[in-house]
């Protein structure tokens, strides 16, 4: 690695430390659920327009993606080098108002300030070396927890220049090699007869003991499962007075597994359930909705996460095993990206307290804004330019990361579940 071109990245980050912090800072504040994010999208834009990023104009057909955006810099003909941003935040509890309460639980406000930084890295090596060709891409990604804004993205056709996309999310530890699960989401919707629950209740079809009959017998499920497989139910509509017989019922499910058609597979034993729990109630067949847009495993190209770990070395950071960080299985529609261009979507260690909050949870929001965690996220920020810049300057390595990213697409490997638990 030319040291010059280290010293530049980290210098420019450095210099630029104190606004990257107020951007996350008014994330963390003032916190957005997923595809609301207007504030976000506003202070990041506005930002890298002031440094000189073309920000497109043009919105995407898809309504929902109204607070994604694509900020440009470099040369066009150059290798294009994509780093997300994600800025959306997760539903926590209620206000004193009564309002859903929104808070950055999973640290997106990092995420955006490690992207934003590395890609001000970037700018600074193609400001001092116009013989250098790159551009960079900043891609504002909204929608990550529970809508698929990435997925969303790539139907629009906005990944497809990039040579390569990378980012990194923010955990409790350094994670180069957790295995991700992709997921897919349903609603299933049971319809009885309603009845008084007192005078008459043998003339109603309970379609709530139908919905807790399905979530009974996915529980059954589970049991023959992997390890590695996740089932998370939610029962969202179960009857709407007390005194009469629930004539509609609803749950939402949402199955992960190592790969698409795993997923499926565990879906269609899950419409087995609920015809079943249906049937012994009395109820009408189910009705089946798919409520996601199918978020695919992780696809981690190895030339570029050795690149990125022998560069967070360099600043102490040390990494948990493979085997260590084997149960760590979250999903993230960056998985998706990473099947259409190499990429990679490590974990850069924060600090969480004594408690050791992980994501989602309330200590998570804390730590999420904290001033101590300035520092690791400007290291991951600077990391992520010096991968990409480092591929950039040497053709031959940009070769090998092509290289990688077409073997790793014919190989149908799934991990099993043996290969990641049963390790005694």
Known sequence: MNQLLRDIIVQAIDNKATELKDISDELWKNAEVGFEETNARKVITEFLRKEGFA??????EDNRLKTSFVA?????????????????ALPFGETEEGEVNYEHACGHNLIAEAGIGAALGLKAVYDASK??????????TPGEENGGGKVLMIKEGLFDEADICIMAHPAPAEVAGAVTLANIKMMIQFKGAPSHAALAPWLGKNALDACVSCYNNISMLRQQCEPINRIHINITRGGDVINVIPDFAEMKVMIRCPDLDKCDEIRQQIMQCAEGAAAATGCEPPHFEDTGNGIDSVKTNKVLIDLYKKHAESFGNVFLSDEEASGMNGSTDMGNVTHKVPGFHPGFKIYTGEEQAVNHTHGFVKWAGHEDNQKPTLINAKCLALTAVEVVANPDLFQQVKDEFEAAKKDKKVMKATELWCTH
């Open 131 to 140: 013989h250098m060709k790159m551009q960079i891409i900043v891609y504002g």
């Open 55 to 60: 920000v497109s104009e043009k919105l995407p």
């Open 72 to 88: 440009k810099y470099g040369n066009p003909d150059g290798l294009k080098v994509g780093l997300c941003c994600e800025y959306d």
